[in-house]
Nanobody
């Protein structure tokens, strides 16, 4: 079994920054992909950023140039650095790992609120 623990959400003013972390623990033999998704009230969950092992990164158009996804393999941790935050970035952010040749695990979600 694999557990994901997220941290770093909170309240920030427009133009501010936050850094989300998602640490995985448990029986991980290989990591195929790590990503961040978000869901705003009344909207469907959407992909924010993704790292695919051996294939690079992908970002939603709405966050390109503002958000950066990165990973620490030694710690089985993925990060999301969010700069120049906008009110429309307000959502619950969840991390997702694909490990051990296709098994999918989700974090519990962390609230990000961008408001003055």
């Amino acid at each position: 079994q694999v557990q994901l623990v997220e941290s770093g959400g909170g309240l920030v003013q427009p133009g501010g920054s936050l850094r989300l972390s998602c640490a995985a623990s448990g029986s991980i033999f290989s990591t195929n992909a790590m990503g961040w998704y978000r869901q705003a009230p009344g909207k469907e969950r959407e992909l924010v950023a993704l790292i695919i092992s051996g294939a690079g990164t992908n970002y939603a158009d709405s966050v390109k140039g503002r958000f950066t996804i990165s990973r620490d393999n030694a710690k089985n941790t993925v990060y999301l650095q969010m700069n120049n935050l906008k009110p429309e970035d307000t959502a619950v952010y969840s991390c997702r790992f694909v490990v051990n040749q296709g098994k999918i695990y989700w974090g519990q979600g962390t609230q990000v609120t961008v408001s003055s």
